[in-house]
């Protein structure tokens, strides 16, 4: 059975989304949907606010109920049928994640045993024949093929194999 | 550069140090180091007592400041030098542990970078070329070579690389 890596923030969880609600929270400005995807999310910040910005991360409170990506459940509740399906995500520079990241992922994705959960910094590390990521930086050292989950900051981003959203990673796998 | 994942209980943090010391502060019951070493902890404890025994380590405080296995420190910072040096240690089981193990490794082995830190459940994820670990079961479908650390319940299992302290980590490495 090939493997597949998958990793969380903005392939399975929305942290940009979090971003976004908390800057409006700060400082009232809203951004729409297409403004999200088609910018890097830092930006869209004023300049004068990215110093507060930047420690959102270290907040207890910012990995908590995350919202889930369009089309991840269900197409990774299929993939689970035919690969073997980890999470591996880059965790461990965020000490505060890594409960919340946990539990999210057993609220989420109860059909993942807590066996196929890695929190990791380096990804080189992991064994894997894929791993789908939003960071090309995570494909250095990888030992199987990377596969470049679209996201605002790397639309501009060159890597040979790239899905643009879950129905594409669907039509790739099954 | 060779790659060298290292387990943490019982490889370089003395987990059944604390059970021993809980074990006593429980039931006045105190095991001396020759016991420890050639008995499976388990087997020192009175039945009866096996019960509360297994909750030890879901308390908030069992993985912290566990003592460190002799030499473990001064032989991993000289491995260092000669090889990536990763900590694997399949904490996701008890995510109880998962920040005070953290926060251990930064005391203990503040040149490991967090980047080379990894909790997981199943082993076969890591991709490296040794595998220095107490248990067996974590060398099923690990890619490189396990190296089996002795303790106290492995005494008996039939591996073919095995080292009996950190010494011989050296020896075999160095």
């Known amino acids: 059975m090939k493997r597949i890596a998958i990793d969380m923030d903005e392939v399975v969880a929305d942290a940009h989304g979090r971003f976004a609600e908390w800057y409006k929270r700060d400082y009232a400005i809203e951004f729409t949907p297409e403004q999200l995807s088609s910018n ?12 507060r910005i930047r420690e959102y991360v270290f907040h207890d409170d910012f990995f908590k109920d995350l919202s889930v990506i369009p089309g991840s459940k269900e197409v990774i509740r299929d993939l689970h049928d035919k ?14 994640s890594l409960l919340p990241k946990l539990a999210w992922l057993g609220e989420h994705f109860p059909f993942i045993s807590w066996t196929n959960i890695v929190f990791c910094g380096d990804k080189s590390i992991i064994n894997a024949d894929y791993l789908i990521d939003d960071n090309v930086r995570n494909f250095k050292g990888f030992v199987g093929q990377g596969v470049l989950f679209t996201a605002s900051h790397n639309r501009n981003v060159e890597w040979d194999v790239r899905v643009n959203n879950w129905q594409e990673v669907r039509a790739m796998f099954l």
Do not use: G, R
């Open 40 to 51: 890097k999310i830092e930006d869209l910040f004023l300049k004068e606010h990215h110093h």
């Open 83 to 96: 690969y073997e399906i980890f999470f591996t995500t880059a965790a461990m520079e965020f000490p505060n």
